[in-house]
């Protein structure tokens, strides 16, 4: 047996580590926290302490088992989770739970994964940080309150099942007062001026007037003044300048860059960067610093002077750390600068390389340029013309690496030709092109989590399951709209004579752009008009720096909870009482027919138009708005169409023919059968005819292929790519067979790994009891009765449980049973 038992919170981070220990030192992993508050009650004593009330979780038992066994059996146990707040809280629950006693536990941290951090870890080991477990208390605490005491109000005054968060509902607060000021803007128009022009060596170049024209008669004038123009050189200017690198990364710089650069989403970037970190490939993946280390610097140093030459190294720190940056005291980095890629999954490697490139960028030189502005006078006028040009006279940092932009006006700069004040130059043309002024652009997760930094909102560990949570929730949806077509004039001087055309453009567009749906802008209005201090951009900034401030020990978080308390609590309850339901109706105008009003709101089973109201005595008339339409936009002709459904077209084959709007989309309903409408398409606009193109399709496209022991197979693509369907089974077709030209030795192929792969998934089945183990994803393994289905930790042994153990698993897990209490009336006698 090892005599040091090394605990880390992920199998990964064990595997790396365990190549690096001898065999004294044994890793085992936590599997992340292994206790935390309860999910079924508050678990704080808000009347007292506000002492938490932890607990291991079921999935966790088994784990914390085999670790005390482990524990015992050590002579000294290292707590080595990562050197976060989350981490230290890990290394504190593990200490609690497992009862270690204090003289034989060291808690050791680094920011890397490498043989020479850990050797040095070890060396100097500390104790546990219980002021940085405290402000990760206060952080579970304080958004365990908030969430608690909101989404109970939000299920009365708005709709069941919608939830809260401080972080959360302040991120969707962004998303929607963006969305607002889009719906308010009003484009307005005028003229850009853009010319070319030839030097006296016949070498073209563009330029523009530095001010737009007003309107089209205005524009017009102007290239008619220039018709007969003569043009030269009024004033040419060559300066020298320098670009410096950007700082290597901070996790919020590397979720912006890895959105532009590489179109991930914040989640995939901190999923690839923690595999690249626990395969020890990269420093520690949630930090707000952009130091690098001594260490660091001469590696990167060493490596451009090899690759690039002396001239292109120049180190430096970089001292634009935020405010009450915490706990990696250094920038993400690859942790071996000589490796340039590496060779894993691509994704992974793709981000590894955007990481290296960064880094050592930042150890360069500065690019040298040369900067070179050009005047153009008209000799019929006194409006300038301008031309920019920039040439790269040393590349120094851009052979490696340029920081990317979120702005899409930016226009980048070429080269100009040799030209000498005097010059006479020659117009090839000029353009007035008709610009419209932009709408705010929406917010995609790079620039949220930008702004978020910004405002002092969150910390490297909220960024992603912040902006996970409020899509799951439908707070907020990635756009999926290309824009709309938008008619432009352009006129053009060319020759002496101006010529009139109208162009086409794209706008509007919203596609991976984050949206507000209406139940998260409602939920927004609610919480704002009656929660403002919650959802205020600065209190939620001050709480994060109460964080900081704990962090450091220079402040009690228990204190921190009660004054917020003594606020929050009755706040709440006034709200619970006495607020007014939110619906987010909208008041459209009357039914021409009854005379009874129309409106837009929230209902149950989501946003709906309705005619009459619950005071009237006829019962009123509701129509589900389809998944395109909002509460805040639909017109009220759009809403009284959606009253013609569901609309029958006739019949084909004998079965009725109907269309409708449905909870994913407008379909076609034929018989027991529905059909999409492709995407895009109004249900009002189709027809019989059309609706039987579409039946006819699916009857193609749902007819057996081939027939497999008396049962039909057939064949259609789905979510997850091209698939078979075999008595009630799904199997995939992957890339090695012809999709399109199946043969009756593959789907027989295919169809028998099925087969074979589900008897081999099965452990046990006690068929008697209706009870089976079978094998599941990454490891586990489900217990199975009915329609109730477990997951087991990794760590459970299934080879060796028993009927009862999966009986009890089962009792434990099932849905209890409501009961129903009858009412009892009292006669009056």
């Known amino acids: 047996m090892a005599k040091n038992l090394v605990i880390v919170e992920s199998p990964a981070k064990a595997k790396t580590i365990e190549k690096f220990l001898g065999k004294e030192f044994k890793v085992e992993s936590s599997f992340g926290h292994i206790s935390d508050l309860p999910s079924k009650e508050l678990g704080v004593d808000v009347e007292g302490d506000f002492k938490p009330k932890y607990e291991v979780s079921k999935d966790k038992k088994a784990v914390v088992k085999k670790l005390k066994e482990l524990a015992k059996k050590a002579e000294t146990v290292w707590l080595a989770s990562d050197e976060d707040r989350e981490g230290e809280a890990i290394a504190w629950h593990l200490a609690e739970a497992l009862k270690l006693d204090k003289d034989k536990t060291k808690r050791i941290v680094f920011h890397e994964i490498t043989k020479a951090a850990i050797k040095k870890a070890i060396e100097n080991p500390r104790g546990i940080d219980y002021d940085l477990v ?64 030839s030097n006296e ?23 008619q003044k220039n018709a007969s123009a003569n043009f030269k050189v009024a004033d040419l200017q060559k300066k020298p300048a320098k670009k410096s690198p950007a700082a290597p990364f901070t996790t919020s710089t590397l979720q912006q860059e890895a959105s532009r650069k590489l179109y991930f989403s914040v989640s995939k970037t901190m999923t690839m960067a923690q595999r690249l970190y626990e395969a020890g490939l990269i420093t520690y993946m949630r930090t707000d610093s952009t130091n690098l280390s001594d260490e660091a610097r001469q590696g990167a140093q060493a490596e451009i002077e090899k690759a690039y030459g002396n001239n292109y190294s120049k180190p430096r720190n970089y001292t634009g750390k935020t405010k009450g940056a915490q706990e990696a005291h250094e920038a993400i980095r690859p942790t071996d600068f000589s490796r340039h890629t590496v060779n894993i999954d691509r994704d992974q490697a793709r981000l590894y390389e955007l990481i290296w490139k960064r880094a050592i960028a930042s150890q360069m030189s500065e690019a040298e340029l040369e900067r070179t502005n050009v005047k ?91 902006i996970s949570t409020i899509q799951n929730r439908n707070y907020v949806e990635k756009g999926t709209v290309d824009g709309v077509e938008r008619n432009y004039s352009q006129l053009t001087l060319q020759g002496g004579t101006v010529t009139d055309k109208t162009l ?162 407008p379909y076609v309903k034929f018989g027991k059968a529905y059909v999409s409408l492709p995407k895009g398409t109004d249900p009002l606009s189709v027809d019989l005819d059309d609706a039987i193109v579409l039946i006819k399709e699916k009857q193609k496209a749902d007819a057996p292929i081939y027939v497999y022991k008396d049962l039909p197979v057939q064949k259609g693509k789905g979510r997850f790519g091209p698939f078979i369907k075999w008595n009630n089974m799904f199997i995939n077709v992957n890339k090695k067979y012809d999709w399109d030209n199946l043969s009756e030795e593959d789907i027989v192929e295919l169809i028998e790994t099925k087969i074979q792969k589900e008897i081999d998934k099965v452990v046990h089945n006690w068929e008697d009891e209706g009870i089976r183990v079978e094998k599941a994803r990454w490891g586990r393994h489900n217990v199975i009765q009915g329609k109730v289905k477990v997951e087991l930790a990794k760590t459970v042994d299934v080879t060796k449980m028993t009927l009862d153990e999966a009986k009890a698993i089962i009792e434990a897990n099932a849905p209890k049973k409501k009961t129903t209490r009858k009412k009892t009336t009292t006669k009056k006698k």
């Open 376 to 466: 153009i006078e008209a000799s019929t006028h006194n409006e300038t013309f301008t031309a920019n040009g920039e040439v790269i006279t040393f590349d120094g940092f851009l052979k490696v690496y340029l920081e990317g932009t979120d702005d899409e006006d930016v226009e980048q700069e070429g080269m100009l030709p040799a030209m000498k004040t005097g010059e006479t130059l020659l117009n090839n043309y000029i353009t007035a092109t008709e610009r419209y002024t932009r709408p705010p652009a929406r917010y995609t997760e790079a620039s949220l989590v930008k702004k978020l930094e910004e405002l002092g909102i969150g910390r490297p560990s909220t960024y992603a399951p912040t």
């Open 134 to 197: 405290d402000a990760q208390q206060a952080r579970r605490v304080l958004d365990r309150i908030v969430g608690y005491e909101l989404s109970p109000v939000l299920w009365r005054k708005v709709k069941g099942g919608l939830s809260a968060g401080r972080v959360q509902s302040v991120s969707v607060r962004l998303i929607v007062e963006k969305e607002r000021e889009i719906q308010d803007f009003t484009p307005e128009a005028s003229y850009r001026i853009d010319a070319e022009f």
């Open 201 to 223: 060596d016949g070498q073209s170049f563009k330029a523009k007037l530095p001010k737009n024209l007003t309107n089209k008669k205005e524009a017009q004038a102007f290239l």
């Open 504 to 665: 086409t453009e794209k706008v509007g567009s919203d596609k991976g752009k984050l949206v507000p749906t209406d139940i998260g802008m409602i939920v927004t209005d609610f919480l704002v008009n009656h929660f403002n201090q919650i959802l205020d951009y600065n209190f939620t900034a001050k709480v994060e720096e109460d964080f900081d401030d704990i962090a450091e020990g220079k402040e009690d978080w228990q204190k921190m909870m009660k004054s917020f308390w003594k606020d929050f609590h009755p706040k709440v309850e006034d709200v619970k009482e006495n607020a007014d339901r939110e619906s987010g109706e909208r008041i459209l105008g009357t039914d021409p027919k009854t005379g009874r009003q129309v409106s837009v709101r929230l209902g149950k089973f989501g946003p709906m138009v309705q005619i009459g109201t619950v005071d009237e005595e006829e019962k009123p008339q509701f129509a589900s708005l389809s998944p395109d339409q909002q509460l805040t936009t639909i017109t009220y002709e759009e809403a009284m169409d959606l009253f013609q459904l569901p609309k029958t077209l006739g019949e084909y084959e004998g079965e009725e023919v109907q269309v409708n709007n449905g909870r994913f989309g």
